[in-house]
C-alpha cells in the first residue's frame, strides 16, 4: 500500500524566511503532485513533477523530485502573508491505471508579519 | 480551460434524508471522475472512482448503499448521500480525469460540496 507522509505537519514561520516541506512516498511514483488548499475552498493545482530531477518554480515556490529516494520538496523563498495555505502533495503510483492519487496529510502553513 | 463544477456548493438538511451532489466538467470529456471525503484539519480520503457508463469502484469501508454514484455521461457524475446522519457531515470533493489522461494524468478538482447533516 502506498503511503505519503508530509513534514512537517504544521509549519509557523515569518515573513520574508525560507522554509522547505518534505513529502516521502513508499512505492515507485509516476508523478508527484503539489496542491494549495485555502480555508474553505478546495484544492489548486501548484505543481506536477514527472520525472528523477525535475524541478519546477512559480513565485515564491519551487517544487522538486527525487525519484531514487522517494522524497519532493516545497521549498518556499522569503515567505509572504498570501502564501499561508495547507499544501498537499499526492503521488500516483507507477502503472496504475485511473489516476488514484494518494495524499499526503497535509502541511499547515502560517505566514506571520 | 478544465473546469470542474459541483452543485450545490453548501447544502444542509436534516438527519434521515437524502442528499444529492452533481459534479460537473465544463470543458472537457472525464471518463474517469473521483469523489473525496475531507473532515476538518484532515486530508482528502477517497471514497470512490467513477467510471462513465459502468458501476463506481468503492474504496473499502466506504459504504456503497449508502454513498450512491452514478456516471451517467462524460461530464456529469452525481453522488447521492442516502439517509444522512450528523457524522455525514463533511467536505465532499469531485475530480475529473481527462479522456486519456494527458502527460501529466492530472485530475482537476471541483469547489467542493460542503455538507452538514443537522
Known amino acids: 500500500e502506498l503511503k505519503v507522509e508530509q513534514n512537517p505537519l504544521f509549519l509557523s514561520m515569518q515573513e520574508g524566511k525560507n522554509y522547505t516541506i518534505y513529502c516521502n512516498y513508499s512505492?515507485?511514483?509516476?508523478?508527484l503532485y503539489w496542491y494549495r488548499q485555502d480555508p474553505g475552498k478546495s484544492l489548486e493545482s501548484l505543481f506536477v513533477?514527472?520525472?528523477?530531477?525535475a524541478v519546477k518554480q512559480e513565485g515564491r515556490l519551487m517544487a522538486s523530485l527525487d525519484t531514487k529516494a522517494r522524497l519532493s520538496t516545497l521549498h518556499i523563498t522569503a515567505a509572504v502573508h498570501d502564501l499561508s495555505a495547507t499544501y498537499f502533495c499526492a503521488s500516483l503510483p507507477r502503472g496504475t491505471s485511473g489516476s488514484r492519487l494518494t495524499f499526503g496529510e497535509g502541511t499547515q502553513l502560517t505566514v506571520n508579519p | 480551460g478544465a473546469v470542474v463544477s459541483q452543485h450545490p456548493s453548501r447544502v444542509i438538511c436534516k438527519s434521515g434524508t437524502s442528499v444529492k451532489i452533481e459534479c460537473r466538467s465544463l470543458?472537457?470529456?472525464?471518463?474517469?471522475m473521483f469523489w473525496y471525503r475531507q473532515f476538518p484539519k484532515q486530508s482528502l480520503m477517497l471514497m470512490a472512482t467513477s467510471n462513465e457508463g459502468s458501476k463506481a469502484t468503492y474504496e473499502q469501508g466506504v459504504e456503497k448503499d449508502k454513498f450512491l454514484i452514478n456516471h451517467a455521461s462524460l461530464t456529469l457524475s452525481t453522488l447521492t448521500v442516502t439517509s444522512a446522519h450528523p457524522e455525514d457531515s463533511s467536505f465532499y470533493i469531485c475530480s475529473a480525469r481527462t479522456l486519456g489522461g494527458g502527460a501529466y494524468n492530472e485530475q482537476f478538482f471541483g469547489p467542493g460540496t460542503r455538507l452538514t447533516v443537522l
Open positions: 512505492t515507485t511514483s509516476d508523478r
Open positions: 470543458d472537457f470529456q472525464a471518463t474517469t
Open positions: 513533477l514527472l520525472s528523477n530531477g
